[in-house]
């Protein structure tokens, strides 16, 4: 199409919304990004959703953040960046030097560069000496991640978006991908327009956009997942649908870390048939059957997930589960055959999964708690043996609470609205108020700054540039092409400027995004998730790379542990899953237990929260744009049923409590929801629903149980 005004230059670039990743081409005149299009030859085609166009209007939103700020007499007003940051370095000092590096802490974004979430990971643990970093990917993949790694002894994806084009049945469980990932929806639809007889599974207890266009609509009480994926791997052993190459050569079984055998997955799934189940799940004992007949029967299953799975007080073990049940099929490393997590946010999974700026992790896949891999990355680091510490440090809640307990001293928050995004948002709120508190944004102001002791304006997307990896473990560059606003800079130099002061500054060597970019590929060689021949000169020319990519003629890898395929699996079989010590899978044997948040006489429904179609996380850009004015997201949606029982009436306001808090929103009465469920978008930061929000967190991922919140509703009488 023509453009909207002249262009002087078109640029690659990478959607900076959700983890679809979509290919962007950028028109720059005179300074600014003046036009977007879809690039034809990335993996969208050519197609950008609603967000992915209005990726020139969020650079240009009112509340741009422009000067940093610092807190004097309760009020956030104008400072230098000296002062700032002298304050900050001051107050970080500080708290070391008193109460020990693990009074600090880092609390990040997937919406960070790779270099800078690997920079601050660096400078936390092998410069000040804590593992006190996480953010909010912990709120969203950690148990998809979990998953990944107990099962295959490494994270991340084992497919790709290619698979969606030779998928004969689709399994999407958990997410809305018409709303939440719309190009890769897009891509799905076109499957079944050139494959009619491509079938459709969604599980939801709503009845989405997505699930409209489903063949089969399995509306799941939240939280019942276990239950339901152990009742199709009976059906599959019933009806002989077990891979016995698979089972014999390539698998392991595991009950918690205790081994076992197929035989005991037999024993432990008859406990789960359908008609036990049926009840359990609120779904007809028949659809589980035939679903799950077509799950295996199918030539290649694809199965498709997010935050409904992840987002249990199970969800690590419904991700183990969906998992199994591609390995105990064999629908796995063949194209359309794949168990195949989405991320929500542009860089989830190379920026903070991949570098480790998690708790508990350190890059390529190696952990805390690991002393050798402590070692090496201490030698690939250049710091002294011991200066990484054993301990895992506060995950995202337990960050919280450290900061309620008054164990932390001083952290830095960097392009996330935690005041907003936690559940049970009050208690939390009430602990960044009792914290010294850095938050370095893009706008201003946001939930979190209200809390803020300074303020750090940051440049955002190509006003900064980088890499983001995106749902199917493809690098992407995003270059730098205009200047940010007024005194905004990078998140980058942001935390370069702090390492200085510190006095870390010898550690962070490399100083620019492509150098830091070389450092980190040169140690992704010595481990598992090999891209060392991902280099910015080959992301400049060619529309992303997949990992594993190690050497620069490598064309990057489609489908993993499959050798032949994936360069680090090794011997002629079908597979090697090479981070496992064994070369073997895990399957685990795993239990519904009862609900988290448990429902009662008291609070007799579940609300579970999600996304709309057209807005973005807190509402701190796309609220702000007046093509979206419109799009409300306030609003509660209730079955007729529930309505009627409650006296709720359509778009009056409505009353939402919780054990934890209260929200009110509008009423939207509809049978787009199962009886007994109520749902609510989390962006409204004046609704602020995530006070009501369970913060239940799963045992293994630590990820919060945002689906699993009883709650109560009624009319708000009018005053
Ligand atoms: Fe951007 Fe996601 Fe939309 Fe693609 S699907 S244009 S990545 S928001």
């Excluded at 919304?17 to 690039?39: L, N, Q, S």
């Excluded at 491509?198 to 207890?205: Q, S």
Aim: include cysteine; charge should be neutral; glycine fraction near 8%.
């Amino acid at each position: 199409r023509e453009p909207a005004v002249p262009v002087d230059s078109w640029h690659k670039g990478v959607c900076r919304f959700c983890g679809t990743g979509c290919g962007i081409m950028i028109g720059v005149r005179d300074g600014r990004v003046v036009d977007i299009k879809g690039d034809e030859y990335a993996h969208n085609r050519g197609r950008l959703c609603v967000k992915g166009v209005l990726n020139r209007e969020i650079l240009y939103v009112r509340d741009r953040a422009l000067y940093p700020m610092i807190r004097r007499n309760g009020r956030l007003e104008r400072a230098s960046w000296d002062e700032a940051m002298d304050l900050v370095a001051r107050r970080f000092r500080e708290a070391i030097d008193r109460y020990g590096p693990d009074s600090v802490a880092f609390y990040g974004s997937g919406q960070l560069f790779t270099e800078e979430s690997y920079t601050a990971n660096k400078l936390f643990k092998a410069g000040i000496g804590t593992n006190n970093v996480d953010g909010n990917p912990r709120l969203c993949m950690a148990s998809a991640a979990a998953g990944y790694i107990s099962v295959f002894g490494k994270d991340e994806p084992l497919g790709c978006y290619e698979d969606i084009d030779a998928a004969t049945c689709f399994f999407i469980t958990g997410s809305n991908t018409a709303d939440c990932h719309p190009i890769v929806w897009e891509r799905v639809l076109d499957r079944k327009r050139s494959r009619p007889e491509t079938v459709i599974i969604v599980v939801d207890p709503r009845r989405t956009r997505t699930a409209r266009h489903a063949d089969y609509h399995l509306p799941i009480r939240p939280g019942t997942d276990v239950a339901l994926y152990n009742a199709m791997i009976y059906e599959f052993i019933r009806n002989g649908f077990i891979d016995q190459d698979m089972v014999e050569n390539y698998l392991t079984f595991r009950e918690g870390n205790a081994p076992r055998t197929f035989e005991d997955l037999k024993r432990h799934v008859a406990q789960y048939a359908p008609e036990r189940v049926a009840s359990i799940c609120g779904i007809d004992a028949r659809l589980i059957e035939e679903v799950a007949y077509l799950f295996a029967a199918s030539e290649a299953t694809m199965s498709i997930w997010t935050m409904g799975l992840n987002q249990q007080a199970q969800g690590t073990a419904a991700n183990r589960l969906i998992n199994a049940m591609h390995l105990l099929t064999g629908h796995i490393g063949r194209p359309g055959a794949t168990p195949f997590s989405l991320t929500g946010q542009p860089n989830a999974g190379g920026g903070v999964r991949d570098t480790g700026a998690l708790a508990h992790a350190l890059p390529n896949g190696r952990v805390v708690t690991n002393p050798k891999h402590r070692a090496e990355m201490e030698d690939l680091w250049g710091v002294p043996r011991g200066r990484i510490s054993p301990k895992p440090g506060y995950h995202a809640v337990a960050m919280f609470e450290a900061m309620r307990r008054g164990d932390l001293k001083c952290v830095l928050i960097m392009g996330t609205n935690p005041a907003q995004s936690l559940p049970h948002a009050d208690r939390y709120r009430e602990a960044m108020a009792r914290t010294f508190l850095v938050v370095a944004d893009a706008v201003y102001p946001t939930e979190t700054t209200q809390f803020a002791d300074v303020f750090l304006p940051t440049a955002m997307w190509v006003e900064k540039g980088g890499v983001y990896s995106q749902s199917e473990r493809r690098y992407h560059l995003v270059p730098k092409l205009v200047d940010p606003p007024g005194e905004a800079r990078s998140d980058l130099e942001i935390l370069i400027e702090l390492a200085d002061r510190l006095g870390y500054g010898e550690l962070i060597k490399a100083r620019t995004p492509e150098a830091i970019w070389d450092e980190w590929r040169q140690i992704s060689a010595h481990s598992p998730y090999n891209f060392a021949g991902i280099t910015y000169e080959r992301l400049k020319k060619e529309r992303g790379i997949l990992w594993p990519a190690p050497t620069e003629d490598h064309p990057g890898t489609c489908r993993r542990y499959v050798p032949g395929e994936d360069p680090m699996a090794k011997g002629t079989g079908r597979f090697d899953f090479y981070g496992r010590p064994d070369g073997r899978a895990v399957v685990f044997l795993e239990h519904q237990k009862p609900p988290s948040d448990p429902r009662t006489d008291a609070y007799p429904l579940t609300l579970v929260t999600g996304r709309v179609y057209e807005h973005w996380h807190t509402l701190t850009l796309t609220g702000k744009l007046k093509e979206l004015e419109d799009i409300t997201t306030d609003f509660l949606v209730v079955h007729p049923r529930d309505a009627h029982r409650y006296g709720i009436r359509d778009g009056e306001p409505v009353l939402v409590e919780s054990r934890r808090g209260r929200a009110v929103l509008q009423a939207r009465v509809s049978t787009d929801i199962t009886p007994g469920v109520v749902f609510a978008p989390f962006h409204s930061p004046e609704a602020l629903v995530n006070r009501v929000v369970n913060p239940t967190v799963d045992p293994i991922s630590k990820e919060p149980a945002f689906k699993e919140s009883a709650v109560r509703i009624r009319p708000v009488s009018p005053a």
